[in-house]
């Protein structure tokens, strides 16, 4: 048996995911006109290094929207939250440090950073975008627990701090709650989705089709079992969309072990043909199968069975 490992999402994975991307082009969208309004708002004060740091959101924002527009969405999101996480921390130390007047709003961003980061962590999970989920919390707790600031914050005239307040705590709510909507539809369809999954198991719309084996002069030696699935609803669906699913629901040893019996009865169909019964049959067997306490026996009972 050849040993198979998922690979990794692909373009057609993210046809169900599109509501997150959406999420993810249009809080870069919200990011730049955020820090251009901002810096418009400071040019008239004339307090240009601040600009500087307004421009910095707005050229994160559209780089952000570029890269997941041209379809970089990984290396996009990574390098915009690890900007961001920046930004809102030297903001949040330097220019929106509590007073008696106006709270410090602006770590409210890290909460909607650390929100897209873990949507992104369930399409994708990786360490690094585990470890800045980390980090964007810890900062989040420090500066709303403490009046932290750096020995060079700039004081924000108190009508502005007090509008900004108000402005960006709106602004860090509604974006909050475009992640928790995004955060429960992708819930939604991946509880779908294993519906679907698990009922195609029962009403029998897998099945396997057989890619032939040849050796060097080109004599077919044996053949790979590959799974497929039409949906009544999906149609023809991908085993790149429906294998990391199943991986992901704890559905791939049931999958498997349909796989496994599926294939152990046509081999033996051909071994009781004359032209077939030189040939070999292999079978992919996913790590969480593998791994199964029962497998080894569910292999022995399913030979001896068939």
Not at 56 to 70: H, W
Not at 193 to 215: I, K, T
Not at 278 to 303: C, E, G, M, Y
Request: glycine share 6%.
């Amino acid at each position: 048996m050849a040993r198979h490992t998922t690979a990794p999402m692909t373009a057609p994975a993210f046809q169900n995911s599109q509501r997150l991307i959406v999420v993810y082009r249009y809080g870069s969208l919200v990011l730049t006109a955020l820090g251009l309004g901002w810096a418009v708002v400071f040019c008239a004060i004339g307090w240009w290094s601040v600009v500087a740091l307004d421009l910095v959101l707005v050229a994160v924002g559209l780089t952000s929207y570029l890269l997941i527009r041209n379809g970089h969405l990984d290396i996009g999101l990574l390098s915009s939250q690890s900007a961001l996480i920046l930004v809102a921390s030297v903001m949040g130390l330097s220019l929106d440090v509590p007073t008696a007047d106006a709270p410090r709003v602006s770590h409210l961003y890290l909460l909607v950073i650390a929100a897209l980061g873990y949507l992104n962590y369930r399409r994708r999970p990786t360490r690094a975008q585990l470890v800045l989920i980390g980090v964007c919390l810890a900062i989040f707790v420090a500066l709303a627990s403490a009046p932290l600031s750096l020995p060079f914050t700039m004081p924000v005239p108190p009508d502005v701090r007090i509008i900004g307040s108000w402005i960006n705590s709106a602004v860090a709510t509604v974006m909050l709650c475009a992640c928790i909507y995004a955060m429960q539809a992708e819930f939604a369809r991946t509880d779908e989705f294993s519906r679907d999954l698990m009922a195609a198991l029962w009403n029998d719309e897998f099945q396997l089709v057989y890619q032939p084996q040849v050796d060097l002069s080109r004599s077919t030696i044996g053949a790979e079992a590959l799974l497929r699935w039409t949906s009544p609803r999906r149609g023809v669906v991908s085993p790149v969309q429906f294998i990391p699913e199943a991986e992901r629901c704890g559905l791939m040893v049931p999958i498997g072990g349909w796989v496994l019996e599926q294939g152990c009865r046509t081999l033996a169909e051909w071994g009781e043909h004359p032209d077939f019964r030189h040939l070999t049959l292999s079978i992919n067997v996913s790590p969480n199968q593998l791994l199964h306490k029962d497998f080894v026996a569910f292999v022995r009972a399913t030979l001896a069975s068939t």
